[in-house]
């Protein structure tokens, strides 16, 4: 069983930038693949980034190409969201999610655990 702790969500401006964080329990976290997904309010749950188990590849939405970064620290079991240039079509609850085949998939059915989510809003 693997649990995901997200944290890092909050309210800023239009331009700005908040780092996400999801902290996974277990042993084999270096052998996941990680993503973010993000929910809007009154839409589908929508694939943001992904990233290889040992963190050399990663895979973005062209919504979020550019603009976000996705990382992961396997000391710490841990994996980021750095985002920057917040616009408000970025405002949603976002999750993150593991893969135990480790590949890097944009679908959800694919991802085996999924944390609590963390809301993110931004103002215009």
């Known amino acids: 069983q693997v649990q995901l702790v997200e944290s890092g969500g909050g309210l800023v401006q239009a331009g700005g930038s908040l780092r996400l964080s999801c902290a996974a329990s277990g042993r084999t976290f270096s052998g996941y693949a990680m993503a973010w997904f993000r929910q809007p309010p009154g839409k589908e749950r929508a694939f943001v980034a992904a990233i290889s188990p040992s963190g050399g590849r990663t895979y973005y939405a062209d919504s979020v190409k550019g603009r976000f970064i996705i990382s992961r620290d396997n000391a710490k079991n841990t994996v980021y969201l750095q985002m920057n240039s917040l616009k408000p079509e970025d405002t949603a609850v976002y999750y993150c999610?593991?893969?135990?085949?480790?590949?890097?998939?944009?679908?959800?059915?694919?991802?085996?655990?999924w944390g609590q989510g963390t809301q993110v809003t931004v103002s215009s």
């Open positions: 999610a593991a893969d135990v085949v480790g590949s890097l998939s944009r679908v959800t059915r694919d991802y085996d655990y």
